[in-house]
């Protein structure tokens, strides 16, 4: 079986691209665009979540708090945000792990 990981993000070309990459690599992938979408793909029980902060409504780093409710998985941000006072939060929040300077064109050619 392979493993499941749930994208959350509101750019679609993102989570298109990234969708496409892991299937590629044998994933299984359940995109969200926003928490509340996110938080019913739960039920899904996914391997691992990579998550954007910059979400419209909830932000990421409260629905990582909404997320550690309900599964243990681990929880990767990625965002545009690079403060190290985000990397804190993002970790304080639930996040394993936060990979900084995503953008739409730099998503879309595969470089930070």
């Known amino acids: 079986m392979a493993h499941r990981i749930l994208i959350v993000d509101d750019e679609k070309m993102l989570t298109d691209l990234l969708e496409k990459h892991l299937r590629d690599c044998g994933y299984e992938t359940i995109v969200a665009n926003d928490g509340g979408s996110a938080l019913k793909q739960l039920q899904k029980k996914p391997d691992l979540i990579l998550l954007d902060i910059n979400l419209p409504g909830i932000d990421g780093l409260e629905l990582c708090r909404n997320i550690r409710a309900h599964v243990s998985c681990p929880v990767i941000f990625l965002t545009?945000?690079?403060?190290?006072?985000?990397?804190?939060?993002g970790l304080q929040f639930g996040g394993e792990r936060t990979d900084g300077a995503h953008s739409g064109a730099s998503a879309q050619r595969g470089t930070k």
Do not use: G, L, P, V
Request: aromatic share 0%.
């Open 80 to 89: 545009a945000r690079i403060a190290e006072q985000d990397k804190i939060n």
